[in-house]
């Protein structure tokens, strides 16, 4: 059988632990036999970071921007516990921390949805998609404890040396005290990027802040959605027949638990870090979430949401048998590869793609499962395998 082509390579970033074994057996079982695969392929497996003093992360991502489209494998984020057991030199940072720097961009996570594994909230028939802002507000907030009578000025300094002073409050005891930030080119960016997601997948753009309270920070982030929407893509959504609505958002998630699904939810940062683990847990399972980083000008990596499952890893290892769930990686390489397809013009390649996440699929629907998914899934005839044997029913199905 002849294989499928492609034009541009896809920058491939290994990574660690169980998600590295299940990467290649990825390739090996699903892919090689049907697609002339090309990647640039950067190990950021954490040895290899080590060695490099983490220059192969910095590395991978400039490529990124260049080609366009990258597929990522998870990595370890080494805390205390890693240096010792890696013997490392530094104690490096988180390598999707550093590429979403590099790129700039928005993370989209989304749920795999699968008959037989019902969301709990029953009537969500379409994935929701969660783009959440990961820069400033109260993850770089600066807080101070006020142990008694005190007043709190807010001030900023020009430059030229013009302030702007305002008290926040006068203490008559102990207390507390916050001061947050963001920035016009960040939220300039986040609304690009999900203007742009939600073209590509053709869905509507929701979004949602708490302006009616925040008149001044909170009414920007709106102020800047709405003037990157008339901008730059009232006519295009128009034209694709998508929406762009913006509501409270204690409306939006009162909304969002009656409404279909079949959109892109875009939050601020605390409220996407806090409804993202509601979506996740809602639709089951951590291994059926996918995740895509999209910069504001249109260069992706897609990668699972899940991280190096070390415990299945360390039981690889002894040597015993695991039944890791590999489909939110899987589920990368498909979206990476049918980017791919898209940009190059390649209908061959962006076949494969839908046929590969529909084998993947009906894999599941035919209760042939990973471990993870046994208690989830309603199938009178359901059988757990382990990862090599479920790649190989959907390397048949295919
Ligand atoms: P994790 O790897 O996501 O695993 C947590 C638990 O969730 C696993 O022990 C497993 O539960 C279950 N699970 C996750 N993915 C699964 C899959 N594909 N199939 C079956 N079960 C799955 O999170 P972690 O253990 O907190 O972190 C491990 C390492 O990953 C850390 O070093 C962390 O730095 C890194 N990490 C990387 C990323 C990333 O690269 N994007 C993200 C998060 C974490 P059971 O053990 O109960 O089966
Ligand atoms: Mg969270």
Redesign the pocket.
């Known amino acids: 059988m002849s294989r499928i082509e492609m034009k541009t390579p896809i920058v491939e970033m290994d990574?660690d632990?169980m998600t590295r074994i299940i990467w290649k057996e990825i390739k090996d079982i699903v892919i090689l036999p049907f697609v002339d695969l090309k990647t640039e392929y950067f190990d950021l497996g954490l040895p290899n970071r080590d060695k490099t003093e983490d220059k192969v992360t910095i590395d991978a991502a400039n490529r990124t921007k260049e080609l366009g489209v990258a597929v990522k494998c998870?990595?370890?984020?080494p805390n205390a516990q890693?240096m010792t057991e890696y013997d490392l030199h530094s104690m490096w940072k988180s390598?999707?921390g550093t590429i979403r720097a590099i790129l700039d961009g928005t993370v989209f996570r989304s749920p795999i949805l699968v008959n037989g594994i019902k969301p709990f909230v029953s009537c969500w028939e379409k994935p929701i998609t969660i783009a959440r802002h990961a820069y400033g507000d109260v993850y770089r907030n600066t807080e101070f404890l006020v142990d008694g009578p005190a007043k709190a000025d807010l001030v900023v300094t020009y430059p030229d040396g013009r302030q702007e002073k305002q008290t926040i409050f006068e203490y008559k005891g102990g207390g507390v005290l916050q001061g947050q930030y963001n920035t016009d080119a960040s939220i300039t960016a986040f609304a690009k990027s999900c203007f742009q997601y939600s073209l590509d997948t053709k869905q509507d753009l929701w979004f949602a802040t708490k302006d009616t309270i925040s008149k001044i920070y909170d009414r920007r982030f709106k102020d800047i959605f709405e003037s990157v929407y008339k901008e730059e893509y009232e006519a295009k959504f128009a034209e694709a027949g998508i929406t762009y609505f913006y509501t409270l958002i204690d409306d939006a998630v009162a909304r969002v638990m009656r409404s279909k699904g079949g959109f892109v939810w875009a939050l601020k940062n605390y409220d996407g870090d806090v409804m993202s683990d509601m979506l996740a847990s809602a639709c089951g399972s951590?291994?059926m979430m996918t995740s895509v980083l999209v910069s504001p000008d249109g260069k992706y990596e897609y990668?699972?949401a899940?991280?190096?499952?070390?415990?299945?890893y360390y039981r690889y290892l002894k040597g015993e048998q695991t039944s890791?769930?590999?489909m939110?990686t899987l589920f990368a390489w498909s979206g990476a590869l049918r980017k791919r397809a898209q940009l190059d013009g390649l209908q061959d390649l962006e076949n494969f793609a839908a046929r590969l996440e529909k084998s993947a699929v009906s894999t599941i629907e035919s209760g042939i499962i990973?471990?993870?998914l046994d208690s989830l899934l309603d199938h009178p005839d359901k059988k757990v395998v382990n990862t090599s044997d479920f790649l190989t029913h959907v390397a048949s199905n295919l």
């Open positions: 990574g632990e998870a990595t370890i984020t890693r390598p999707n951590l291994a990668e699972a899940h991280g190096t499952v070390t415990r299945h890791t769930n590999p939110a990973t471990g993870d």
